[in-house]
Nanobody, 118 residues
């Protein structure tokens, strides 16, 4: 499995942005695809995840109600719709896939920078 994240940029508080994580076509045996972020000087944190089988979604409390993770089967992507963005959402966002053990992530894409200005 290979992942490619895109869609970052500079936006203002309250704006929306949509990130996309492209998965390789032969994305077999994926347990979940997750989005994580790392702000300057902080540790990487979980943002959202989508279970490959069943489509259950999971969110960090800080983004619940503002972010939506979804899967586009036609495009082979897992997207993160981010609404009502806040300056504290500023970070490098990464997508990752769990392919070996459920609940863990072993394949990581490169990050995409999201900057929210106040």
């Amino acid at each position: 499995v290979q992942l490619q994240a895109s869609g970052g940029g500079l936006v203002q508080t309250g704006d929306s942005l949509r990130l996309s994580c492209a998965t390789s076509r032969r994305a077999s045996r994926i347990y979940a695809v997750g989005w994580f972020r790392q702000a300057p000087g902080k540790e990487r944190e979980f943002v959202a995840a989508l279970a490959w089988s069943g489509g259950n979604t999971y969110y960090a409390d800080s983004v619940k109600g503002r972010f939506t993770v979804s899967r586009d089967n036609a495009k082979n992507t897992v997207d993160l719709q981010m609404d009502n963005l806040k300056p504290e959402d500023t970070a490098v966002y990464y997508c990752a896939a769990g392919t070996v053990v459920a609940g863990t992530y072993d394949v990581w894409g490169q990050g995409t920078l999201v900057t929210v200005s106040s």
